[in-house]
């Protein structure tokens, strides 16, 4: 997507307002890691603005990995992940999709850092713990997916002036 076509909301989600579609997979709620994945991004500072734990249907899967519909692992993938609840969030704060990104590790569980979470929790890409969006354009076309707007609360953080200079 270029960016001509992202609409008014995309424009407006920048600096302090930018945001990204985390997920624990069904693995994660299962061996239960929501409680530190959710600690670790309220740590950091970042704002919880949509929660929910839900079963997504096999359609919505398809339609968020639509990306890799013509890999080899896409119908494996959307069973995994149909395979049990996942908890569905939004996060937001400053460079929360690249930071987000680096909390997480890599795709690989094998190559991901201890102190991410997939180097910390998980040792198969087919169980890998945790989904967070790759740019700022998937964040808001998962969010979108994900969540009605009626979902998600954004209100004033009064911890912000000691979280941003
Ligand atoms: P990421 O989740 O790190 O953004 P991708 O978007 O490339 O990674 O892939 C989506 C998900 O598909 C991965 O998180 C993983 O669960 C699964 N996946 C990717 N590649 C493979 C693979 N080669 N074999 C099995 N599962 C895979």
Redesign the pocket.
Known sequence: MGYMDLDLDTLRWTGVKERTFIAVKPDGVQRKRVGEIVQRFEKKGFKLVGFKLLKASKDLLREH?WE?RN?P?YN??VT?MSSGPVVAMVWQGQDVVKTGRDM?G??NPIDSMPGTFRGDFCVE??R?VI??S?SVESAQREISLWFKESELCDREVCSNNWIYD
């Open positions: 990995y890799h890999r692992f494996r993938l995994y997480m890599k795709t890409m087919g890998n989904h967070g790759d």
